[in-house]
């Protein structure tokens, strides 16, 4: 079975940075994708930022600039550097995998963390 655990959400005053971790457990072959989602209160889940085990990232337009995608492939983990924070990035931040497993290592399944609350204001 599949696990994704983030930390490091928490308040944090506008301007501030906060740095995000997942990492995923279980019985893993590859992980070709990983990726940040946030949900806001009311309104949708939405793309953060993606990056690729090669390390090929894409950012949500509003994200560049200030969000940093990156992973460590031997911890099966992903972080999200959360610099110059504003009040509207305040949403539950979500982790997600395409992960093959040793048992279907020709297809990838989509896996969701719990999420973490980011709260920003002053």
């Known amino acids: 079975q599949v696990q994704l655990v983030e930390s490091g959400g928490g308040l944090v005053q506008p301007g501030g940075s906060l740095r995000l971790s997942c990492a995923a457990s279980g019985s893993i072959f590859s992980i070709p994708v990983m990726g940040w989602y946030r949900q806001a209160p009311g309104k949708d889940r939405e793309l953060v930022a993606t990056?690729?085990?090669?390390?090929?990232?894409t950012y949500a337009d509003s994200m560049k600039g200030r969000f940093t995608i990156s992973r460590d492939n031997a911890k099966n983990t992903v972080y999200l550097q959360m610099n110059s924070l504003k009040p509207e990035d305040t949403a539950v931040y979500y982790c997600?995998?395409?992960?093959?497993?040793?048992?279907?290592?020709?297809?990838?399944?989509?896996?969701w963390g719990k999420g973490t609350l980011v709260t920003v204001s002053s």
């Open positions: 990056i690729t085990s090669g390390g090929t990232t």
């Open positions: 997600n995998a395409d992960i093959r497993t040793f048992v279907t290592r020709s297809r990838a399944t989509d896996y």
